[in-house]
Structure formats: structure tokens, C-alpha cells
């Protein structure tokens, strides 16, 4: 198995909503990751998680939250967002340890902020 | 921090010629490059990576080239196929930063039949 899986695939919310996104991967990978991605933009970093424990924060506004509750699981939780952080969002995994490298992607959720 | 930067940022190639993308790299404790395509409404997939003990590697059409001294490096696509086109990005990953995977700009390559 060597997918990220990620929910919802798209997603609609108001300014005032409170939503989350989930991310799930069952390679036993102790690194997960939350990008954005704005269209013809490369994936811009947000949140590193590295052994549950949250090791790069990319100076993210506190209306994302993230959590990382076990070694499969990630989650984004979203509130008071703006219409500028409609965007796609990215969710990876990468194995932790000597010689790490490649990050697996999962399909990412397409968030529109009304 | 490290920064990357790509060129070019589009480019089209007639199916069959070859395709050169380059980048560059602002942290010289850098140690890792992969390069990823992403198809329209996928994530990014890797297709090849190199680190910094080697100059040079290849896998089938794909290649790419490592110049530390100059701190960029190249991916040269062979023989392009209409399949081909996508956005491809390269990255660096700095071994003073272990987790942080930082993107190029981006090259939008589309191959004419």
C-alpha cells in the first residue's frame, strides 16, 4: 500500500464555518506534511509533523490547526478562514531515518472559502 | 533560507525531441533532489531524485545532473511523449533542516504531437 489517502476531495465553507481536513497513509511513515498549493503555484509548505510531534510550522495564520492524533493520521482544522486560502491542499507522508527522501502526495482537497 | 528557483517556466517541445529543465539552490548544505510531475487534478509523483555524493543519474528517458559547485541541477527528458506533459517542479531538501522540502516554481511542459 503506498497511498496517501485524503477527505474530503473538495470542499465548501463560509468564513465563519469550522471544518477539517484528513489525511490518512499506512506505509508506517513517521513524517507528514501539510502544503498549499494555489493554481499554476508549487506546493508551498504549511505544517511538518515528524514522530506525532509537530517539527516545521511555515509561520501559518492560527485559523489552521493542525493535529497529528497517531503515526497514520493527520488532520487540518479549519476556522474563520478568508477567500484567499481557497486553495488546494496537499497532504504527504515520507519515511523518517537515514536517507529519507521521497514525499508521497496524496490527490490533495480543493477548498473554496465563500 | 533555501530558495529555489526553476527556469524555464513553460516550454514546448515537438513529440520526440528532448526537454532540459534547470534549477538553482540557495542553501550549500543541501543534499537532496528530487523532481516531481504533477498531472492536472493529481498530486506530485516523483520521478527521480539525486543527492549530493553523485553527479549524475538515470532511469529509462529521464535524467538528471548535479552540479554542487554551482549549486544546479538539471532534468533532461529524452525521446518526449505526449504523456509527458505536465508541471514538473524540483526540490531541495537541506540536511540542516531534515523535514523541510522546499519547491522550484515550476515548468509547464506540454509535447505536441
Known amino acids: 500500500d503506498t497511498e496517501v489517502t485524503q477527505t474530503p476531495k473538495h470542499l465548501v465553507m463560509g468564513m465563519t464555518n469550522k471544518k477539517s481536513l484528513k489525511c490518512e497513509q499506512h506505509?508506517?511513515?513517521?513524517?507528514m506534511y501539510w502544503y498549499k498549493q494555489k493554481a499554476k503555484k508549487p506546493p508551498e509548505l504549511m505544517f511538518v509533523y515528524s514522530y506525532e510531534k509537530l517539527s516545521i510550522n511555515e509561520s501559518v495564520p492560527s485559523r489552521f490547526s493542525p493535529e497529528c492524533p497517531n503515526s497514520s493520521l493527520l488532520n487540518l482544522h479549519l476556522h474563520a478562514l478568508q477567500p484567499e486560502d481557497s486553495a488546494l491542499y496537499l497532504c504527504?507522508?515520507?519515511?523518517?531515518?537515514?536517507?529519507?527522501?521521497?514525499?508521497?502526495f496524496g490527490e490533495g482537497s480543493r477548498l473554496t472559502v465563500l | 533560507g533555501e530558495n529555489v528557483e526553476q527556469h524555464p517556466s513553460t516550454l514546448s517541445v515537438q513529440e520526440g525531441d528532448s526537454a532540459v529543465i534547470k534549477c538553482t539552490y540557495s542553501d550549500s548544505a543541501s543534499n537532496y533532489f528530487p523532481w516531481y510531475k504533477q498531472e492536472l487534478g493529481k498530486g506530485p509523483q516523483l520521478i527521480i531524485d539525486i543527492r549530493s555524493n553523485v553527479g549524475e543519474k538515470k532511469d529509462q528517458r529521464i535524467a538528471v545532473t548535479l552540479n554542487k559547485t554551482a549549486k544546479h541541477f538539471s532534468l533532461h527528458i529524452t525521446e518526449t511523449q505526449p504523456e509527458d506533459s505536465a508541471v514538473y517542479f524540483c526540490?531541495?531538501?537541506?540536511?540542516?533542516?531534515?523535514?523541510?522540502?522546499?519547491f522550484g516554481p515550476g515548468t509547464s511542459l506540454s509535447v505536441i504531437p
Open positions: 526540490a531541495a531538501n537541506s540536511k540542516t533542516s531534515y523535514d523541510k522540502v522546499i
Open positions: 504527504a507522508s515520507r519515511r523518517r531515518g537515514e536517507n529519507t527522501g521521497e514525499l508521497f
Open positions: 506505509m508506517g511513515h513517521r513524517a
